[in-house]
Structures are given as C-alpha cells and as structure tokens.
Nanobody, 122 residues
Framework: QVQLVESGGGLVQAGGSLRLSCTAS????????MGWYRQTPGKQRELVAT???????NYADSVKGRFTISRDNAKNTVYLQMSSLKPEDTAVYYC????????????????WGKGTLVTVSA
C-alpha cells in the first residue's frame, strides 16, 4: 500500500505565496513522475505541474512563471512553490504519483492524495 499526504494549504491574500508538500509513504522502491493537480467545484481536475524522476518539469500555461515544482527523491516528497497567487488559483490541490514500484516489485498506478485546500482572497 502506498499513500500520498499533502500539506501546506491555507488562506493567503492575492499576491502572496504558499508552499505545498506531498510525501509518499509505504513499501516504495521507486516513484516515477509526480505532479500536482487542482479542482474547483463543478469543474474537472486539471494539471498544474508535473516532474519526472529525473527532474524534468511541465507546467500549465496558467501557472508558468509563478509556480515551481520540485522533488526530493530521498524523501519521496514533491513540492509546489506558489507565488504571485491569484484568486483564480483557489482550489483543492491534489498530489499524484503516476506509477510506483514497490519493494515487492509490484507496480501501483495513479496514486492520489486526498487534497489540500488553497484559498486566495482578493
């Protein structure tokens, strides 16, 4: 069993910054790409940023230049540094691991955290 737990969400004023963290736990040998997604009521979950195991990154156009994704493979942790936040960034942010290789040589696909709420006030 592999679990992802997010932290760092909260209330911030427009123009402010927040740093989200997501740590994976369980019988992990290796994690492939990790990423952050977000969702608002009535809308589909959308990609925010992803990072490969080697550090290659990808961002949604709406957050380029404002958000930075990074990871610490030794800690099985991915981060999302969010700056110049806007009210439209308000959402529940979910952490994702696209595939995990366990110490038992099993592949677990599409692991999701439970989400952390980010609220940006105008």
């Amino acid at each position: 069993q592999v679990q992802l737990v997010e932290s760092g969400g909260g209330l911030v004023q427009a123009g402010g910054s927040l740093r989200l963290s997501c740590t994976a736990s369980g019988a992990i040998f290796q994690i492939n790409a990790m990423g952050w997604y977000r969702q608002t009521p009535g809308k589909q979950r959308e990609l925010v940023a992803t990072i490969s195991s080697s550090g290659s990154t990808n961002y949604a156009d709406s957050v380029k230049g404002r958000f930075t994704i990074s990871r610490d493979n030794a800690k099985n942790t991915v981060y999302l540094q969010m700056s110049s936040l806007k009210p439209e960034d308000t959402a529940v942010y979910y952490c994702n691991a696209d595939s995990v290789l366990t110490i038992f040589q099993a592949h677990i696909m599409a692991v999701w955290g439970k989400g952390t709420l980010v609220t940006v006030s105008a």
